[in-house]
């Protein structure tokens, strides 16, 4: 059974500009989160993605934001990036809300 | 304060060692989540507990819902044990996971 895929792996983008990042969720499965993992921060909720709707969303700024299409595969997206939004964007995939999750590579991030 | 807090956050031990890793949270859970993450990036999922006590091969987790703590233990540990473990408990009223800071554990041969 195949795992939780991220695309790309690594992206290298300028200030300000955008960046689409792709998560395709084991099959199956329904839900779909994203979270931010920095040295500083550790790691936080982005958004929550289940049957295409979102069910919630972290603390932050409405630069972040994502979509989920019918075959669960989700996207979140990145506009006029800053350098404080270098960092590694782990997606995770459960058959439902609150259940086990299981986690992608992750997509590393720098802003420069 | 954060919500959920591990100890210790750096621990490094012989192998063969018996470790223990603990978490403490203060808000209410429907399950916690121990997960592991190797340099590189990728988290694995270990285990997700909503009571009670599981074990995978050389791996023990415990929670006690009324003191709000959980433990990750390691028996006979191996360098490839070597990695941060990540405590993460799931709000229902916040419907979202909230994540311990990690513990980085090294073994040593």
């Known amino acids: 059974k195949a795992g939780v895929t991220q695309t790309p792996r690594y992206l290298i983008k300028t200030r300000g500009q955008q960046v689409t990042l792709s998560c395709s969720p084991i099959s199956g499965h329904r839900s779909v989160s994203w979270y931010q993992q920095t040295p500083g921060q550790g790691l936080q909720f982005l958004f929550e993605?289940?049957?295409?709707?979102?069910?919630n969303k972290g603390n932050f700024p409405g630069r972040f934001s994502g979509r989920q299409f019918s075959n669960s595969r989700s996207e979140m997206n990145v506009s006029t990036l800053e350098l404080g939004d270098s960092a590694l964007y782990l997606c995770?995939?459960?058959?439902?809300?609150?259940?086990?999750?299981?986690f992608g590579q992750g997509t590393r991030l720098t802003v420069v | 304060k954060n919500e959920v807090e591990q100890s210790p956050q750096n621990l490094t031990a012989q192998e063969g060692e018996f470790i223990t890793i603990n978490c403490s949270y203060s808000v209410g859970i429907s399950a916690l989540h121990w997960l592991q993450q190797h340099p590189g990036g990728g988290i694995v999922s270990l285990f997700m507990?909503?009571?009670g006590k599981k074990k995978h091969g050389r791996l023990i987790a415990t929670i006690n819902i009324q003191e709000k703590h959980s433990s990750l233990h390691i028996t006979a540990s191996h360098p490839r044990d070597s990695a941060v473990y990540i405590c993460a408990v799931y709000r229902p009223g916040a419907q979202k996971l909230v994540f311990g800071q990690g513990t980085r554990l090294t073994i040593n041969p």
């Open positions: 993605y289940f049957s295409e709707t979102q069910r």
């Open positions: 995770a995939s459960s058959v439902q809300v609150n259940t086990e999750a299981f």
């Open positions: 507990l909503s009571s």
